[in-house]
């Protein structure tokens, strides 16, 4: 089976970071990718990692260790709008399908 | 980035009715599509992969002759929800991938069945 664990729910204010983390079991595994869901809209595309390491993209950032099959999204300088949920999702080989995760609830409070 | 539009954005209907969702890649060709389903405060769940001039993938414990789905050009996929009953309220999402392997998602269609 397939499973992308996320804590439910984060809380920050802003100008604050925070780290959401993503823990992964898939069959397959070709990269991980982070998306923004705002309540009500359609997931828009963050980050992406084939390989370990950091990737930095403005204010956010994505971490990958396939070796722990783990990583995390890193959003700096918080602002209100960054209020929304937060999904990893795994491509798996073949370029198949993506996996998405349990997803993270940020809030960010002034 | 590639748009992806979804037609419609809200529907209501009764009761075992049956429904259908279009998903339209804009200004590309998307060989792929995929439909998910998403509850509130919940996940993306794939419900199926659907492939131009081919049969749909579904997922397992998706009824395919509950979920239909059409992908007859590169620009267009259908998903009809027969018989409806409210257990298929819902947020119901499309992706389309790209030649590059990128995906991009519509704005969903919010089904409530009464």
């Known amino acids: 089976g397939q499973s992308l664990e996320q804590p439910s729910e984060v809380t920050a204010v802003e100008g604050a970071i925070v780290q959401i983390n993503c823990t992964y079991q898939?069959?397959?595994?070709?990269?991980l990718s982070w998306y923004q869901q705002h309540d009500g809209g359609a997931p828009t595309f963050l980050s992406y990692?084939?390989?370990?390491g950091l990737e930095e993209t403005g204010r956010f950032s994505s971490f990958l260790s396939r070796s722990d099959s783990y990583g995390y999204l890193l959003l700096q300088e918080l602002q209100m709008k960054d209020s929304a949920s937060y999904f990893c999702?795994?491509?798996?080989?073949?370029?198949?399908?993506?996996?998405f995760g349990t997803g993270t609830r940020l809030l960010v409070s002034p | 980035g590639a748009v992806v539009s979804q037609h419609p954005s809200r529907v209501i209907c009764k009761s075992g009715t049956s429904v259908k969702i279009e998903c339209r890649s804009l200004d590309f060709q998307a060989t792929t599509m995929f439909w998910y389903r998403q509850f509130p405060k919940k996940s993306l769940m794939l419900m199926a992969t659907s492939n131009e001039g081919s049969k749909a993938t579904y997922e397992q414990g998706v009824e395919k002759d509950k979920f239909l789905i059409n992908h007859a050009s590169l620009t267009l996929s259908t998903l009809t929800v027969t018989s409806a009953h409210p257990e298929d309220s819902s947020f119901y999402i499309c992706?389309?991938?790209?030649?590059?392997?990128?995906?991009?998602f519509g704005p969903g269609t919010r089904l409530t069945v009464l």
């Open positions: 898939t069959s397959g595994f070709y990269g």
């Open positions: 992706s389309a991938r790209t030649g590059y392997n990128e995906q991009f």
């Open positions: 990692n084939a390989l370990d």
């Open positions: 999702a795994v491509m798996n080989t073949g370029f198949q399908k993506l996996v």
